[in-house]
């Protein structure tokens, strides 16, 4: 399960918000086989690797959902490949979010269990005149070809039409 934004400080990954019992959740996880993966600002991750993956591992996280590469530039790929060799000593997966498609790592790093590299539905929020049904259809076909993607099926909150809004956070 990837418990997504919130669960840790805005500005310190190594702090867990007050909110979130992480390791009630963790334990609750455990007792139901289900292993827990937490979502990660590529450069709140980046900043702290070695601490945060040394932290949350030693408490039974699975991995990270690392989001906003945004880019392909030298250094994101520079960037992603240290994130997913990190993770692999600390034996935990990586779900690249808000990244490029799939270009050849997770062949060098299995861990590495997708590359979003699709305009997820979430998009919505911001660009309600996309096709969507169109483009839901075709996506499997086009953007699968080059490995798994990481598709998000929607905003947290679905406004209909002519209220169709972005609502952070989600009522």
């Given at each position: 399960?990837?418990?997504?934004?919130?669960?840790?400080?805005?500005?310190?990954?190594?702090?867990?918000?007050?909110?979130?019992?992480?390791?009630?959740?963790?334990?609750?996880?455990?007792?139901?086989?289900?292993?827990?993966?937490?979502?990660?600002?590529?450069?709140?991750?980046?900043?702290?690797?070695?601490?945060?993956?040394?932290?949350?591992?030693?408490?039974?996280?699975?991995?990270?959902?690392?989001?906003?590469?945004?880019?392909?530039?030298?250094?994101?790929?520079?960037?992603?490949?240290?994130?997913?060799?990190?993770?692999?000593?600390?034996?935990?997966?990586?779900?690249?979010?808000?990244?490029?498609k799939p270009d050849g790592p997770?062949?060098?790093?299995?861990?590495?269990?997708?590359?979003?590299?699709?305009?997820?539905?979430?998009?919505?929020?911001?660009?309600?005149?996309?096709?969507?049904?169109?483009?839901?259809?075709?996506?499997?076909?086009?953007?699968?070809?080059?490995?798994?993607?990481?598709?998000?099926?929607?905003?947290?909150?679905?406004?209909?039409?002519?209220?169709?809004?972005?609502?952070?956070?989600?009522?």
């Amino acid at each position: 399960m990837i418990l997504d934004e919130g669960w840790s400080d805005e500005t310190d990954i190594l702090k867990v918000s007050p909110a979130v019992d992480l390791g009630a959740l963790l334990a609750y996880g455990k007792q139901k086989n289900v292993g827990i993966i937490l979502w990660a600002n590529w450069r709140a991750i980046s900043e702290k690797m070695e601490g945060a993956y040394a932290q949350y591992a030693a408490m039974g996280v699975k991995g990270f959902k690392i989001d906003f590469l945004d880019r392909d530039d030298q250094k994101m790929i520079v960037s992603s490949c240290a994130l997913a060799k990190k993770a692999a000593d600390y034996h935990l997966l990586v779900d690249f979010h808000g990244m490029h498609k799939p270009d050849g790592p997770m062949r060098t790093y299995p861990n590495v269990v997708n590359y979003e590299g699709v305009k997820g539905l979430e998009n919505s929020k911001w660009t309600p005149q996309d096709d969507v049904p169109r483009y839901d259809a075709t996506l499997p076909f086009v953007r699968m070809v080059a490995g798994p993607m990481d598709y998000t099926p929607g905003p947290c909150a679905t406004p209909l039409r002519p209220s169709f809004t972005p609502a952070t956070p989600c009522p």
